[in-house]
């Protein structure tokens, strides 16, 4: 039988199991390594001001999984809707639902702060999370653009 999963919302003491995760998405997405981005991606997360927030999923007594996300506004809508930014499971706990329980979880956060929807983009070849995503989450027909600045 599979141990429980609980999801958390991002708290100090999770840092150092959230930073060898939140590396671990970076390197598959190939960024290149640089401390000083988890730096500033953890002081985002536990400062009041700025919009990101953090969910962790733990197993076993660590932490297996992390969700970072944010809401937005929707013009269209007239509403602020959620935006997914990062999903990550620790490759040696995949296939125990872990990504699951933080989308279900997010989704609970999105109905109780009136979120209509929570977006999300994620690559076209990331084939096992498409899988998941399909399951909980109608794909779009939007297509991603990026212009870069200057």
Known sequence: MAETVTVLPLACEHEAGWRPLFRGYR???????DEAVLDRVWAWLHDPAHP??????????RIVG????????SPS???EVGFLNDLFVDPDARGGRIG???LQE?????GARGWPIV???TADD????????DRVARKTAWNLYEMAAG
């Open 27 to 33: 390197t598959f997405y190939k960024w290149p390594e």
């Open 52 to 61: 990101l927030e953090g969910l962790v999923a733990m197993q076993g007594g």
């Open 66 to 73: 992390l969700a970072h996300f944010r809401g937005e506004p």
């Open 77 to 79: 809508r007239g509403m």
């Open 100 to 102: 699951e329980a933080l």
């Open 106 to 110: 997010l989704r609970r956060v999105a």
């Open 119 to 121: 977006r999300w983009i």
């Open 126 to 133: 990331n084939y096992r999370a498409r899988t998941l995503y």
